[in-house]
């Protein structure tokens, strides 16, 4: 799966939420600094390049659309991510951020108690 730069993924976000929008649209959503319209509409066009939208054509403007839906899209980044800083460890992952990142008692009791659901299923 190709990545998305940071500017392409917040196009992406956009197009995620509205499901389909035209450029000034996108543009209205995103926060001031507002990039110009030419630097969208080329944006829109690479992601399209790259199989991650389409449009439909009314005259000469564009509606996009994603072809790839959002969860569809953090599974496979995720996935690229495990595999390429954790050595395709989900545990090693787990564990850096359980010790590096400041994660409070409740969120860890969630993941666990996740994590406990998921041992259920596949023991059965």
């Given amino acids: 799966m190709k990545e998305l730069t940071r500017a392409e993924e ?8 509205l499901e ?3 450029v000034k649209e996108i543009i209205e959503k995103i926060p001031e600094p507002k990039p110009a319209y030419n630097t969208i ?3 829109t066009r690479i992601l399209e390049k790259k199989g991650f939208v389409s449009h439909i ?3 000469k403007s564009h509606q996009y659309f994603p072809l790839m839906g959002k969860k ?15 050595s ?3 545990r090693d992952m787990v564990s850096f951020f359980a010790k590096e990142e400041q994660v409070s008692l409740s969120e860890l009791e969630e993941v666990k ?3 406990e659901e998921q041992i259920k299923k596949q023991s059965r």
């Fill in 113 to 115: 108690r996740m994590v």
């Fill in 41 to 43: 509409s080329t944006i």
């Fill in 88 to 90: 395709n460890s989900y």
């Fill in 57 to 59: 054509a009314y005259g």
């Fill in 72 to 86: 569809e899209y953090t599974r496979k980044f995720m996935k690229g991510f495990v595999r390429n800083y954790f």
């Fill in 10 to 17: 917040q196009v992406m976000q956009i197009l995620w939420d």
């Fill in 20 to 22: 389909n929008a035209f």
